[in-house]
């Protein structure tokens, strides 16, 4: 008989995340749902203000890719005004868009993925001197992983154990048998997880120093940036030029190595190398690293490109055509159901709340639980399609398509990782690929970012401009928006000025995207996708859905959000009081 | 309150405190000092410091030193409500102490979505286990507004359903002390902006228990990690303001530490972005820094370990620590007077005073908007001292 599992609270992740399967008698999934449980109304927010302001609104979305919503808010209106901002501008933009990712994608791996891989409990029976050893194998240059360090590592944790007061470890999923990283093994990325948490201070100052501070910085400006002072002080271009030495040398030495350490233990289990999911792939360009020069290129393979690129047959990569893009709300907490463009979408809520039923809580017995009406709405997330396909975006996204496309730094960290893995290049659709590729990403950008930083400085040679003045004329209307690839992938803001103030604001993120709920047609979004035939080792302990959903990078709060263009009144929302879940 | 009284109840405090359970058997703060080559006689140095800077008489450093003796005993819920994570991102760039001995050395950390390893049902269990264990001990910090209401199911958490709301209350009747981390759980926050489509409210108006306000968006590191030594001190709110912030952080006006206030007093104005001003460090009030109408110490403590804040990278002050600031303080990039056309913010707080000219504006009007509102503070803040 099929059982119901819920997931709620998914930690480990920006927002509030709840995920829904049903397990067959074999305990493998049949069918999954994935159900936002929170809804916050930004966009309702932003209408009738000030547009220089919009950035700082947007930005709040989410504290975690705390600077993409924030350029994104100030590009989007920069694009309705007609305004491209002096080259320092943009190239000041780009530098604080690699501190965000290499801030970004470490901690995603070590502080909120990496312990669906690694046993923390495991590393106690570690041998430190073999350990220490064992970490040459991934890489000629390891860090944090001398003999000396280890073992204080392992008595720091046998330490905390020993008191049996485990705070934040509290609980987990210890000794799950789909953990497959030795012990020596474990106690590396241990202290890689604990070196990490040093690093990402200095990856959050890299961004401070153009960008005053970390979460929200505040130096971006409709016209270019703010940060001249900083930019005219060889002293602070010192310093950003040594944080980001000291960030690219934990990703390449740790952050690399660790994952192909994963790559290796991990590639003949079965939950981890399936879940591709949505093979529609979406990326788009991001970083200029000089004048209209970038290092990640746009386009959108659909599931038959795909699979041709993988099998070594001809395949196709498309433009992307912005009239296609829809979302609907037919699963949606939402009143009008019908696929819109964004900029004629509606959004009204009608929240219809949980219905009560047996599921396998954590002891393993069938329990009393609020579930999703799977037949009716279930998310605050709205269900985003292109040309009526849902799409994936994120870093795999990012590297199959430029990988596709044959862009040359992509290929190179591509094919030498499948070299040092020993894998096939179908191991990118997948679960650990997902992983991976965020890791390729992120070294991609250690590696070639400071292209950027190299042009900037000869540009301030003879250019010290950073703002492109303006004026907004309250007689035009101006419709502008940003597209670009954020950490968790493709984001896009929209926008339409009139009177001199914010008309219409809409966003369509990364994870509404690949967390939206099934479409009208019954179509599952790409969250739920990569659930479909997961094996199960234990119903009460469900890692495997954890680990799969996380290396999505969820981030909740970014992707509900509301479309209101009609100026609905939000005192009328008419909310079915049955539905109410307490 | 008399010194002596407040000494006589710091000390009953340390007292009660002294007989809770030891979470961490066997380490102690006295012994991590030693570890890290601290003497006894710095450590004092130290505590002597601290009760300087709580203003209060030099008798209490003995209460002050064993105060830090005891952090190691503090259970901590953090809870998530309507939120973007970044007060989270930001407790997680502390250094003083760092995250991960603050994690292993010093607080239980009990619940916490974002960092805790357990997911679902076992997560619940944690939360509601936290709760029962140390009912009355805990410390409560809530990071995000809360829809309530006839909106309060816009957020729910856990297997059961159950929403922001009633976990936030729930959480809140049982704790020792309750700190609302970030300008959403202090005033609402963003979602609480006009016409706030949730029903945000802050955390004091859903629990009628004593909540000590952490504002900011975020709150700096310190501002964050420097109020559970306050907690451990007095057992009780610390000395607020109007708005029921710790004064130690929130007492001063960013605009009187600022760095750039002798270009203010100068009459030397950055009159666009990218201008000469700009390059020269002239002072941002023209494009809309709310520094005077600001109470933080950004300009004295700045963020990411000093290095840098939105004056220093030549951006004006948003407010963000300040009630409802998302609505008061906007457009952010010109002076509260200066709304060119009717936005949500209605008319500017200041216009009159702006029409009759910069220059007096300087001199007076801003003087006179600062005065009123200190007064406004001192005069309102005294009672939650008692």
Same mark, same amino acid.
């Given at each position: 008989?099929?059982?119901?599992?819920?997931?709620?609270?998914?930690?480990?992740?920006?927002?509030?995340?709840?995920?829904?399967?049903?397990?067959?008698?074999?305990?493998?999934?049949?069918?999954?749902?994935?159900?936002?449980?929170?809804?916050?109304?930004?966009?309702?927010?932003?209408?009738?203000?000030?547009?220089?302001?919009?950035?700082?609104?947007?930005?709040?979305?989410?504290?975690?890719?705390?600077?993409?919503?924030?350029?994104?808010?100030?590009?989007?209106?920069?694009?309705?005004?007609?305004?491209?901002?002096?080259?320092?501008?943009?190239?000041?933009?780009?530098?604080?868009?690699?501190?965000?990712?290499?801030?970004?994608?470490?901690?995603?791996?070590?502080?909120?993925?990496?312990?669906?891989?690694?046993?923390?409990?495991?590393?106690?029976?570690?041998?430190?001197?073999?350990?220490?050893?064992?970490?040459?194998?991934?890489?000629?240059?390891?860090?944090?992983?001398?003999?000396?360090?280890?073992?204080?590592? &392992?008595?720091?944790?046998?330490?905390?154990?020993?008191?049996?007061?485990?705070?934040?470890?509290?609980?987990?999923?210890?000794?799950?048998?789909?953990?497959?990283?030795?012990?020596?093994?474990?106690?590396?990325?241990?202290?890689?997880?604990?070196?990490?948490?040093?690093?990402q201070r200095t990856a959050a100052q890299m961004m401070a120093i153009f960008g005053s501070k970390q979460p929200h910085p505040q130096s971006l400006t409709v016209g270019g940036v703010t940060c001249i002072m900083d930019l005219q002080s060889p002293a602070r271009l010192g310093?950003?030029?040594?944080?980001?030495?000291?960030?690219?040398?934990?990703?390449?030495?740790?952050?690399?190595?660790?994952?192909?350490?994963?790559?290796?233990?991990?590639?003949?289990?079965?939950?981890?190398?399936?879940?591709?999911?949505?093979?529609?792939?979406?990326?788009?360009?991001?970083?200029?690293?000089?004048?209209?020069?970038?290092? @990640?290129?746009?386009?959108?393979?659909?599931?038959?490109?795909?699979?041709?690129?993988?099998?070594?047959?001809?395949?196709?990569?498309?433009?992307?055509?912005?009239?296609?893009?829809?979302?609907?709300?037919?699963?949606?907490?939402?009143?009008?159901?019908?696929?819109?463009?964004?900029?004629?979408?509606?959004?009204?809520?009608?929240?219809?709340?949980?219905?009560?039923?047996?599921?396998?809580?954590?002891?393993?017995?069938?329990?009393?639980?609020?579930?999703?009406?799977?037949?009716?709405?279930?998310?605050?997330?709205?269900?985003?399609?292109?040309?009526?396909?849902?799409?994936?975006?994120?870093?795999?996204?990012?590297?199959?398509?430029?990988?596709?496309?044959?862009?040359?730094?992509? &290929?190179?960290?591509?094919?030498? @990782?499948?070299?040092?893995?020993?894998?096939?290049?179908?191991?990118?659709?997948?679960?650990?690929?997902?992983?991976?590729?965020?890791?390729?990403?992120?070294?991609?950008?250690?590696?070639?970012?400071?292209?950027? @930083?190299?042009?900037?400085?000869?540009?301030?040679?003879?250019?010290?401009?950073?703002?492109?003045?303006?004026?907004?004329?309250?007689?035009?209307?101006?419709?502008?928006?940003?597209?670009?690839?954020?950490?968790?992938?493709?984001?896009?803001?929209?926008?339409?000025?009139?009177?001199?103030?914010?008309?219409?604001?809409?966003?369509?993120?990364?994870?509404?995207?690949?967390?939206?709920?099934?479409?009208?047609?019954?179509?599952?979004?790409?969250?739920?996708?990569?659930?479909?035939?997961?094996?199960?080792?234990?119903?009460?302990?469900?890692?495997?859905?954890?680990?799969?959903?996380?290396?999505?990078?969820?981030?909740?709060?970014?992707?509900?959000?509301?479309?209101?263009?009609?100026?609905?009144?939000?005192?009328?929302?008419?909310?079915?009081?049955?539905?109410?879940?307490? | 309150?008399?010194?002596?009284?407040?000494?006589?109840?710091?000390?009953?405090?340390?007292?009660?405190?002294?007989?809770?359970?030891?979470?961490?058997?066997?380490?102690?703060?006295?012994?991590?000092?030693?570890?890290?080559?601290?003497?006894?006689?710095? =450590?004092?140095?130290?505590?002597?410091?601290?009760?300087?800077?709580?203003?209060?008489?030099?008798?209490?450093?003995?209460?002050?030193?064993?105060?830090?003796?005891?952090?190691?005993?503090?259970?901590?819920?953090?809870?998530?409500?309507?939120?973007?994570?970044?007060?989270?991102?930001?407790?997680?760039?502390?250094?003083?102490?760092?995250?991960?001995?603050?994690?292993?050395?010093?607080?239980?950390?009990?619940?916490?979505?974002?960092?805790?390893?357990?997911?679902?049902?076992?997560?619940?269990?944690?939360?509601?286990?936290?709760?029962?264990?140390?009912?009355?001990?805990?410390?409560?910090? !809530?990071?995000?507004?809360?829809?309530?209401?006839?909106?309060?199911?816009?957020?729910?958490?856990?297997?059961?359903?159950?929403?922001?709301?009633?976990?936030?209350?729930?959480?809140?009747?049982?704790?020792?002390?309750?700190?609302?981390?970030?300008?959403?759980?202090?005033?609402?926050?963003?979602?609480?902006?006009?016409?706030?489509?949730?029903?945000?409210?802050?955390?004091?108006?859903?629990?009628?228990?004593? !909540?000590?306000?952490?504002?900011?968006?975020?709150?700096?590191?310190?501002?964050?990690?420097?109020?559970?030594?306050?907690?451990?001190?007095?057992?009780?709110?610390?000395?607020?303001?109007?708005?029921?912030?710790?004064?130690?952080?929130?007492?001063?006006?960013?605009?009187?530490?600022?760095?750039?206030?002798?270009? =203010?007093?100068?009459?030397?104005?950055?009159?666009?972005?990218?201008?000469?001003?700009?390059?020269?460090?002239?002072?941002?009030?023209?494009?809309?820094?709310?520094?005077?109408?600001? =109470?933080?110490?950004?300009?004295?403590?700045?963020?990411?370990?000093?290095?840098?804040?939105?004056?220093?990278?030549?951006?004006?002050?948003?407010?963000?620590?300040?009630?409802? =600031?998302?609505?008061?303080?906007?457009?952010?990039?010109?002076?509260?007077?200066?709304?060119?056309?009717?936005?949500?913010?209605?008319?500017?707080?200041?216009?009159?005073?702006?029409?009759?000219?910069?220059?007096?504006?300087?001199?007076?009007?801003?003087?006179?908007?600062?005065?009123?509102?200190?007064?406004?503070?001192?005069?309102?803040?005294?009672?939650?001292?008692?």
């Amino acid at each position: 008989m099929s059982k119901r599992i819920v997931v709620d609270p998914i930690t480990r992740i920006e927002g509030h995340l709840r995920v829904e399967v049903i397990v067959d008698d074999n305990n493998k999934v049949t069918e999954a749902y994935s159900s936002s449980t929170l809804w916050r109304g930004i966009e309702t927010i932003l209408k009738g203000r000030d547009p220089r302001d919009a950035g700082f609104f947007t930005q709040r979305i989410c504290g975690v890719c705390t600077y993409s919503h924030y350029k994104a808010g100030i590009q989007a209106v920069e694009n309705a005004l007609g305004i491209k901002p002096p080259l320092n501008a943009r190239l000041t933009r780009t530098l604080m868009n690699a501190a965000l990712f290499l801030h970004d994608h470490p901690v995603h791996f070590y502080h909120l993925h990496g312990l669906d891989w690694v046993d923390v409990v495991s590393a106690l029976s570690a041998d430190p001197a073999k350990a220490s050893k064992e970490a040459f194998k991934y890489t000629d240059n390891p860090i944090a992983t001398g003999e000396d360090e280890l073992k204080n590592v &392992q008595r720091r944790v046998a330490e905390f154990v020993k008191k049996g007061h485990l705070g934040p470890f509290a609980n987990a999923y210890w000794g799950h048998p789909t953990y497959k990283l030795t012990p020596e093994q474990n106690l590396i990325a241990v202290s890689h997880y604990l070196k990490a948490l040093e690093m990402q201070r200095t990856a959050a100052q890299m961004m401070a120093i153009f960008g005053s501070k970390q979460p929200h910085p505040q130096s971006l400006t409709v016209g270019g940036v703010t940060c001249i002072m900083d930019l005219q002080s060889p002293a602070r271009l010192g310093e950003y030029l040594t944080k980001f030495q000291e960030m690219a040398d934990f990703v390449n030495r740790a952050y690399y190595a660790d994952v192909v350490m994963a790559g290796l233990a991990y590639a003949g289990e079965p939950s981890v190398n399936a879940g591709l999911g949505t093979a529609n792939l979406w990326t788009y360009k991001e970083f200029e690293v000089g004048n209209d020069s970038f290092l @990640f290129d746009s386009g959108v393979m659909f599931a038959e490109d795909v699979i041709n690129l993988v099998t070594g047959k001809p395949y196709k990569v498309h433009d992307l055509d912005e009239s296609k893009i829809t979302e609907e709300a037919t699963h949606s907490w939402y009143q009008d159901d019908e696929a819109l463009h964004p900029y004629d979408g509606k959004t009204n809520p009608k929240y219809t709340g949980f219905k009560e039923e047996q599921t396998v809580n954590g002891k393993g017995e069938m329990a009393p639980t609020k579930v999703i009406h799977e037949d009716g709405k279930y998310s605050w997330v709205k269900s985003p399609r292109y040309d009526g396909k849902p799409l994936q975006v994120g870093p795999l996204a990012n590297i199959v398509v430029n990988y596709a496309k044959g862009n040359q730094k992509v &290929q190179k960290v591509v094919n030498e @990782f499948l070299a040092k893995t020993g894998l096939p290049i179908t191991a990118v659709a997948s679960t650990l690929g997902r992983t991976a590729c965020r890791m390729l990403e992120t070294k991609i950008i250690a590696d070639n970012a400071l292209e950027a @930083f190299n042009n900037l400085v000869q540009n301030l040679k003879v250019d010290d401009s950073t703002y492109t003045s303006y004026k907004i004329d309250k007689n035009k209307v101006y419709k502008g928006r940003y597209i670009g690839n954020v950490p968790r992938g493709v984001l896009s803001h929209w926008v339409v000025i009139k009177n001199g103030v914010i008309e219409n604001y809409q966003a369509v993120v990364p994870t509404t995207w690949n967390a939206s709920p099934k479409d009208a047609n019954g179509v599952r979004g790409p969250y739920e996708e990569s659930l479909i035939g997961l094996p199960i080792a234990d119903l009460s302990q469900p890692l495997e859905i954890v680990r799969v959903i996380h290396s999505f990078d969820p981030c909740l709060a970014c992707a509900v959000h509301v479309m209101d263009t009609k100026g609905n009144e939000l005192s009328s929302y008419k909310v079915d009081p049955n539905g109410a879940s307490c | 309150m008399e010194h002596a009284e407040l000494y006589q109840k710091i000390s009953e405090r340390l007292e009660s405190l002294a007989k809770f359970p030891q979470l961490k058997e066997n380490k102690s703060i006295t012994q991590l000092i030693e570890d890290h080559g601290i003497s006894r006689r710095d =450590f004092m140095k130290w505590a002597a410091g601290m009760t300087a800077m709580l203003s209060l008489p030099s008798t209490f450093t003995p209460l002050m030193a064993q105060a830090a003796e005891l952090t190691d005993r503090l259970p901590v819920v953090w809870l998530h409500m309507a939120e973007c994570t970044g007060c989270s991102e930001s407790l997680l760039r502390t250094d003083a102490p760092t995250i991960d001995s603050l994690i292993f050395d010093h607080i239980s950390l009990e619940y916490h979505e974002t960092l805790m390893v357990a997911c679902g049902w076992q997560a619940e269990h944690n939360l509601e286990h936290a709760i029962e264990k140390y009912k009355g001990k805990y410390i409560l910090m !809530v990071e995000g507004g809360i829809p309530a209401g006839s909106s309060e199911f816009y957020l729910t958490v856990g297997p059961h359903g159950k929403t922001g709301q009633a976990h936030a209350k729930h959480a809140a009747a049982n704790a020792a002390a309750i700190f609302a981390i970030g300008s959403c759980s202090s005033f609402g926050g963003v979602q609480a902006a006009y016409p706030n489509p949730t029903n945000a409210q802050p955390l004091s108006k859903v629990t009628d228990k004593p !909540v000590i306000n952490v504002p900011g968006c975020p709150p700096s590191e310190k501002n964050i990690v420097g109020n559970v030594l306050h907690y451990i001190l007095f057992g009780t709110l610390p000395a607020l303001d109007a708005f029921n912030r710790p004064k130690w952080a929130y007492g001063i006006r960013i605009h009187d530490l600022c760095e750039r206030r002798g270009r =203010f007093d100068a009459g030397e104005f950055v009159q666009e972005f990218g201008d000469e001003g700009a390059k020269k460090g002239y002072c941002l009030y023209k494009v809309g820094c709310k520094g005077p109408y600001t =109470f933080n110490n950004c300009s004295r403590e700045r963020f990411n370990q000093h290095t840098s804040w939105p004056v220093q990278a030549g951006h004006g002050c948003i407010g963000c620590s300040e009630p409802d =600031f998302w609505d008061a303080m906007g457009p952010f990039e010109e002076p509260l007077g200066d709304r060119l056309y009717q936005t949500v913010y209605g008319e500017g707080a200041d216009k009159t005073a702006d029409k009759v000219g910069i220059a007096l504006l300087t001199a007076t009007a801003v003087g006179i908007a600062a005065h009123a509102a200190i007064a406004a503070v001192k005069g309102s803040g005294s009672k939650s001292e008692e």
